[in-house]
């Protein structure tokens, strides 16, 4: 399979009806802060003759794809290696000013997914890498290693939001004290033989700790609480921005930034509110949209996805 096949965008026809509005006119800029293989910005450059694309990604691999994918594009695509909570630096850099759209499409890409040496499965044997920028230094493996039993205990808990967190750290420290834990088997092998039969029925008993892994390797939910409101800050008056979110942690970050950005900052009993106290957003989704029964038929990624989206209506003060 080409790599073009194997990536599907997940509400692609979604995220282009909730942008359009912002992109249409001539120059727009959209940037794409999660760029991955460029299913969606191919189809936005494809949709739109006159809009030029800002692509960040933090995946050496995933820009060398979308950037043979683009090529066509010419001068109208710049693409920047790049964790997006440098989304202000990096289109500084390009002389750019202000954003007319912004899209998120978190979590781990079809790329990472679908490269079996990136060791982001607990399906298949792997090294216990999880990096999404191959140049980190910070792998699984490490963190496995490393860690004290309380802090494997807190990344367990805080970002797997799993149950058994003392119980599985307690087993990989004294596991690791006799030989090293290298192989995403030998870790699902150690976390299934300590998880009850009974907890094993409700589902595979490492996914949860796999994502802790792969949070922490990535910092992903602390490079998230700085994008959101950075990128916010980028958007034109008219700009849209739209987040594609796959699990609760991050959907409650972006949650708590729009919800920011949407509502007054009048203080309690003021008779009338000031325009500086005016939101800067409107939202332009109820709560969190999920994907259509066609869209999770057509492509199964988008079952856990929860959509949303805003738009600015007012420069900050």
């Not at 194997?6 to 912002?22: D, G, M």
């Not at 191919?42 to 995933?62: M, S, W």
């Not at 150690?190 to 922490?216: M, S, Y």
């Not at 332009?284 to 038929?297: M, P, T, W």
């Amino acid at each position: 399979m080409v790599d073009k096949q194997i990536h599907t965008p997940v509400n692609l026809e979604r995220t282009i009806e909730l942008l359009a509005p912002a992109l249409s006119r001539p120059g727009a800029v959209l940037v794409d802060a999660t760029l991955g293989m460029a299913g969606h910005a191919e189809a936005f450059l494809n949709r739109f003759p006159d809009l030029v694309l800002v692509g960040l990604d933090r995946d050496p691999e995933a820009l060398s794809i979308a950037g043979e994918r683009l090529a066509r594009f010419g001068d109208r695509v710049h693409l920047v290696h790049t964790v997006y909570d440098h989304i202000t630096e990096a289109i500084a850099d390009l002389g750019i000013d202000e954003t007319s759209g912004i899209l998120f499409d978190l979590g781990v890409s079809s790329l990472q997914l679908d490269r079996v040496e990136r060791g982001f499965s607990y399906s298949k044997d792997a090294p216990l890498d999880m990096r999404m920028d191959s140049t980190s230094e910070l792998t699984a493996e490490r963190i496995i290693a490393e860690y004290s039993e309380t802090e494997l205990r807190r990344i367990f808990w805080e970002f797997g939001e799993e149950r058994l967190a003392q119980r599985y750290a307690k087993k990989i420290v004294e596991r690791r004290a006799i030989a090293p834990i290298i192989r995403s088997a030998d870790l699902v092998q150690l976390i299934t033989a300590a998880t009850p039969v009974a907890i094993q029925r409700a589902g595979h008993p490492a996914k949860r700790v796999f994502q802790a892994l792969r949070i922490e390797v990535n910092q992903e939910l602390a490079v998230l609480e700085r994008a959101i409101p950075a990128a916010i800050a980028t958007l034109e008056v008219g700009g849209r921005i739209v987040v594609l979110a796959y699990q609760s942690l991050e959907d409650r970050i972006v949650k708590r930034a729009l919800a920011a950005a949407s509502s007054s900052t009048a203080p309690a009993g003021l008779p009338i509110e000031l325009p500086e106290h005016r939101a800067e957003l409107k939202l332009l989704v109820r709560g969190a949209e999920l994907a259509s029964d066609e869209e999770k038929a057509a492509n199964p990624r988008s079952t856990p996805v929860r959509l949303r989206a805003a738009e600015r209506v007012r420069r900050a003060s």
